[in-house]
């Protein structure tokens, strides 16, 4: 018997049927289309499939869909709203802290979750909160300097 999980996903209502023991990243790039979340390990480990769940960064690829049933997921493609992109895709695209992309909407949602934790963080802070979201590009100091930069723009607002 298939299983029902109904959660708010990018602010709209979502209701998947299906097993509820397959992977939020799978549900999310072949069941409802969004791609931003990619498939990097497979283990948790590098942060290229990153969400928000509940506001919290969360790896899809060990996530199971039952377990984010009743609660909100945030992927890269809901952060932008009303055609303006968020503090942190603005900074990231500023400050070019981005190569090839492949980490950035992980980069990204993990950072965000980082700001809502500690809206005021050092470098030193930064640099640990994103230490387990792996870029393979060297674009580190720049990623750096766009969380900065998006924590003044966003003034403790998560």
């Known amino acids: 018997m298939a299983d029902k999980i109904a959660f708010k996903l990018n602010d709209r ?16 790039r072949t069941d409802l289309g969004l791609t931003g979340a990619k498939y990097g390990c497979g283990e948790g480990h590098c942060g290229a499939c990153t969400v928000l769940v ?3 960064a969360s790896r899809a690829c060990i996530t199971k869909v039952k377990s984010v049933s009743g609660k909100t997921v945030t992927t890269i493609e809901g952060l932008a709203k009303n055609g303006k992109l968020h503090p942190l895709q ?12 492949f980490c950035t909407p992980g980069m990204i ?7 809502t934790e500690n809206p005021a963080p050092t470098e030193k802070d930064i640099i640990a909160g994103m230490n387990d979201n792996l870029c393979r590009c060297g674009a ?16 403790g607002k998560g």
């Open 90 to 101: 603005q900074a990231f695209m500023d400050l070019d802290g981005m190569q090839c992309g």
């Open 140 to 155: 580190h100091l720049r990623i750096v300097r766009a969380i900065q930069q998006a924590a003044g723009e966003m003034g």
């Open 13 to 28: 209502p979502v209701e998947f049927e299906g097993d509820g023991n397959r992977l939020l990243l799978w549900v999310l």
């Open 109 to 115: 949602l993990n950072a965000l979750s980082l700001l």
């Open 54 to 56: 509940d506001g919290v």
